[in-house]
């Protein structure tokens, strides 16, 4: 099967500009993760949807950061305006379902370079 | 609230001898837990999963982990280190019900191997 798709895979903006990355998961996969993994660390949640609702955005910083997944398929991160400690890789994940013992698959990620 | 330490940050082995990646865990009731695995600028993939079956879960590539409730550890093993396991390595612990299930990773283990 197609894993996880993600674009852009490289993009450097400077700050106060805004930026948007696209995630395509695995076709019939329910629930859709953005994950932000600074450098030198684990990947952190910042949003989970079920379908097209939103489950946890208690970590999306909303001032900032909005995502939405139209149609329970494909999603968007948007940042705007954005800051350094921005930089990050943004790795998409997707489930079948969001159960005990069900696995993950995670696109290859975004690396965005703020400067 | 689950939570996952990595107790090491840097691990380096020679190639053919053993790999213990060391992790300890804290959660309120029986977890799910992972392993990933993250080679330089690619995505992440999962090596093993525990879900309150066998203790000992035996993964891919060789890797096996072993789940202690009385230690509340979840150690990764491979009896011999090959090259192509340099990489990062992250524990990672289920969190919440059935209907979210978001993951919640660990710090991460570098693992250099020598020829």
């Known amino acids: 099967e197609a894993g996880v798709a993600q674009s852009p895979r490289y993009k450097i903006i400077e700050k106060r500009q805004s930026v948007a990355f696209w995630c395509n998961p695995i076709s019939g996969h329910a629930t859709l993760y953005w994950y932000q993994q600074i450098l030198g660390q684990g990947p952190k949640l910042l949003i989970q949807?079920?379908?097209?609702?939103?489950?946890?955005d208690s970590q999306l910083p909303k001032d900032r950061f909005s995502a939405e997944r139209l149609k329970g398929v494909d999603s968007t991160l948007k940042i705007q305006p954005a800051k350094l400690e921005d930089s990050a890789v943004y790795l998409c994940?997707?489930?079948?379902?969001?159960?005990?013992?069900?696995?993950?698959?995670f696109g290859s990620g975004t690396r965005l370079t703020v400067v | 609230a689950q939570s996952v330490t990595q107790l090491d940050s840097h691990v380096s082995v020679s190639e053919g001898t053993p790999v213990l990646l060391r992790c300890n865990y804290s959660s309120s009731y029986s977890p799910s837990l992972f392993w990933y695995v993250q080679h330089p600028n690619k995505g992440l993939q999962l090596l093993l999963k525990?879900?309150?079956?066998?203790?000992l879960v035996k993964g891919i590539n060789g890797f096996e982990a072993e789940f202690k409730k009385s230690e509340t550890s979840f150690h990764l093993t491979k009896p011999s280190a090959h090259m192509s396991d340099a990489a990062e390595y992250f524990c990672?612990?289920?969190?919440?019900?059935?209907?979210?299930?978001?993951?919640?990773f660990g710090q991460g283990t570098t693992l250099q191997v020598k020829p």
């Open positions: 990672v612990v289920r969190h919440g019900s059935s209907n979210t299930g978001k993951l919640i």
């Open positions: 949807f079920q379908n097209n609702g939103v489950v946890d």
């Open positions: 994940a997707s489930s079948l379902v969001a159960g005990q013992g069900y696995g993950y698959t």
């Open positions: 525990y879900t309150s079956a066998a203790t």
